[in-house]
């Protein structure tokens, strides 16, 4: 089946702690799924609330739409001095709610840090208990030693602007124009997105991007229909090495072969919306669909093919990684969308649709862009049947 520039992928969200994008994602037995985050999840008026398992101020909502496959673990964090309580379920004073993994049962630890953005938040330690507190102006929080002198350290007080804490709308699978928003006494109420929006679950609301104003055409089209021409019009380079075509449009690339892209898009300056379809014959081990170097600089943007996940890996101008990782279907025809705009990261999978934030241009590694292969993993085994790169979001993603 062809793309036909409508296609559709699966993730669930983790950050990568690693220094390097170049480096392994988590261990697939550390990949929490759907099933682990919620299964004992708190039913509230149709959602489900469960506690994050080594955050004390984080937890999860989640959503399950008619079809078993329309599921989505969305993480969430209360809003500031808080904790969450699953027993009510909802967020609670922090010093109120006993929480097994509260740092502060630590006796001899004063303080440690909040994970909030804020450069003059922390938690204080008081009788093995955390508050919420935050630095004097001109000062910065230094991970557990406490407030150090910095002039260009102006953040507000959390308390004064930072409002999480449990979302009250939720998805409607399949259709991102629209939501539903609960109203006390009335149940959930379904809600229209303005023009040029989409609801996000992360965010909580519809959302703007700038790249669902005016047409958007791709950078990149390869088909493999009959050869490697790009057919967006760009007429872009396409060096094969070694990469075959088959006589049904599909690529077939042996685990040696790969596609170079010359002269490709400067990732830090566009948003960028890959869309790819395809079926992978490996069996084990970490492979590259898609890469934006081959060696040195270290690839920033990737996107991996394990056993049983499909990773995207991003690193930022700030040299912060974030990762997505989702469920394929082993055997199978898989179909991934990655989406990055400078604030989110998106990843669907088969239709199943995961976001989170990541905030920064994705740095540029002048190089080129590569299909099918990048040091340190193994190169791609399998049929690929079209790639789409667009410098912008399309319609077809908008749904």
Known sequence: ???????????????????????????????????????????????????????????????????????????RQCPFGQFWDQNVPTCRTASEVKCDTDKCNHKQLLSH??????????????????????CPMGQRYKKYQGCEKDAK???????????????????????????QQFVEGVNWHNMTCPGNTQYSALACGCVYHKGYEGVCKPELYLPF???FIDYSGNKREVISHGVKLTREGYAYFDGDSYLEIKKFLNFEQSEITVAVRFLKENKGGLTVVMSNSISEPKPTFLILNS????????????NEIFTLHGVTREGNWNTVKVMHDENKLDLIVN?????????????????????????????????????????????????
């Open 351 to 399: 239709d199943i649709y995961t976001e989170r934030w990541a905030i920064g241009k994705i740095m540029d590694t002048q190089s080129n862009l590569y299909i099918g292969k990048s040091d340190k993993f193994q190169s791609f085994k399998g049929y690929i049947d079209e790639i789409a790169v667009f410098a912008c979001r399309p319609k077809f993603i908008q749904t």
């Open 225 to 227: 229909s009959k050869n």
């Open 1 to 75: 089946m062809k793309l036909g520039l409508a296609l559709t992928v699966c993730l669930f969200v983790f950050e990568s702690s690693s220094a390097e994008l170049a480096k392994s994602p988590p261990a697939e037995e550390n990949l929490p799924s759907y099933e682990d985050v919620c299964a004992n999840a708190k039913i509230v008026n149709g959602v489900g609330y469960q506690r994050h398992n080594s955050d004390c101020d984080k937890f999860f909502q989640c959503y399950q739409g008619e079809k078993m496959q329309d599921r989505m673990a969305v993480p």
């Open 113 to 134: 840090p909040m994970d909030s953005g804020n450069c003059r938040s922390y938690w204080k330690c008081n009788l093995q208990k955390s508050v919420g507190d935050c």
């Open 153 to 179: 350290c102006t953040d507000p007080c959390p308390g004064d602007s930072f409002h999480q804490g449990p979302c009250d709308s939720r998805p409607i699978f399949g259709d991102r124009s629209v939501f």
């Open 307 to 318: 056993a049983k996940n499909v990773h995207a890996m991003i690193k930022n101008t700030g």
